[in-house]
């Protein structure tokens, strides 16, 4: 190999040798680049809160009941006072027995012209409810009782009017009654005239309606009435738990009552809670798998970038190998040309 020629190899291999060096270098970035990404990847998944299931005991309270004849009362507040006293709050429950309760829907026909309907439940004609009809004995109800008698019920009409408007807003009511041959009694059924009036309820041509109507009753109902911001005194077990109450009646006069103590859980906030959790769960679920994906992206990459690293590595070594031989050439090129003696 001639001097020149000699020169050109090395400077040619000399340049691969720098462009192996500066791909190398380039691939080194690439890696740190993907290492700072995994790395911040990382952190996110430790930054993460994991949702926890919620535990029934944060939705559970101690409730305290008492009663006081024939009316249950549970505890909804205490407050202590300065005195040792407590202002207390508390919902009193009964059985209303005669209530105005819903009893359903029927169908409903009417008959007449507009504005002066009539209505009727088979057979049995509404009227208004609270008042005497003109002719009592048109009524199945009514027809059975004396003259004094329909004046009772006229008055106990009024008083399930007020009752009805009460419960439900005042309107115009009808009234139907029906026999329970069983207990020979007679039951009130009641209607809103507002009601059998609607635009929203269409009547068939022969007057029958084409949807049940509301209709109301007297029956069994239970009752709550909230009692707030009452004086009262407490008695305490050796383990801090309330086991007698103390109120004042009208005229101060303590009245003591024992407490029943049981525990009380808001199942439906839990399931909420419950839920929500289950929500986050796969929220926190879905994110991981997501943030995984993409560490793996960045791992498979780094390994690529890895065995490039490597034939690189192999390159430079080859090429340093035949770099090192031409320099031999060329030294050997450069003595034989310029050595005078021997």
Do not use: H
């Not at 535990?55 to 005195?83: E, M, R």
């Not at 819903?102 to 009227?127: D, F, H, K, M, P």
């Not at 008042?131 to 004396?146: E, G, I, K, R, V």
């Amino acid at each position: 190999m001639g001097m020149a020629a000699s020169q050109a190899r090395f400077l040619g291999l000399t340049a691969r040798k720098t462009n192996t060096e500066y791909e190398g270098q380039q691939i080194n970035q690439q890696r740190t680049t993907l290492s700072n990404q995994s790395a911040n990847y990382y952190n996110q998944l430790l930054g993460m809160s994991v949702p926890v299931p919620p535990s029934t005991q944060d939705f559970t309270k101690t409730v305290y009941t008492f009663s006081d004849g024939a009316l249950d009362n549970t505890i909804t507040s205490l407050i202590a006072q300065a005195d040792g006293t407590y202002l207390v709050s508390y919902t009193r429950k009964w059985t209303d027995n005669f209530a105005a309760v819903s009893a359903g829907s029927t169908v409903v026909t009417r008959a007449g012209e507009e504005g002066n309907y009539t209505y009727s439940v088979g057979a049995v004609q509404l009227r208004t409810l609270g008042t005497m009809p003109a002719d009592p004995d048109s009524d199945p109800y009514l027809s059975t009782l004396s003259e004094d008698q329909r004046q009772n019920a006229i008055l106990e009409e009024q008083e399930y009017l007020t009752k009805l408007n009460e419960k439900y807003g005042d309107a115009d009511w009808q009234v139907r009654y029906t026999f329970n041959s069983t207990t020979k009694t007679w039951s009130p059924y009641f209607y809103k005239k507002e009601d059998l009036e609607r635009d929203t309820v269409l009547y068939s041509d022969n007057g029958t309606s084409l949807s049940n109507i509301k209709c109301y009753t007297i029956g069994e109902a239970q009752e709550t009435e909230e009692v707030k911001g009452t004086t009262a005194r407490f008695e305490q077990d050796n383990t801090g738990r309330y086991i007698s109450i103390t109120l004042y009646d009208d005229n101060a006069e303590p009245v003591t009552y024992s407490l029943t103590t049981s525990t009380s859980t808001d199942q439906e906030a839990y399931n909420d809670a419950m839920n929500q959790y289950e929500y986050d769960k796969n929220r926190y679920e879905q994110s991981v798998q997501e943030i995984n994906a993409k560490i793996e992206v960045i791992q498979a990459q780094d390994k690529n970038l890895e065995l490039r690293l490597k034939q690189l590595d192999t390159e430079q070594d080859a090429i340093q190998t035949e770099m090192d031989a031409v320099q031999k050439v060329i030294e050997k090129n450069t003595e034989s040309t310029f050595k005078t003696f021997g």
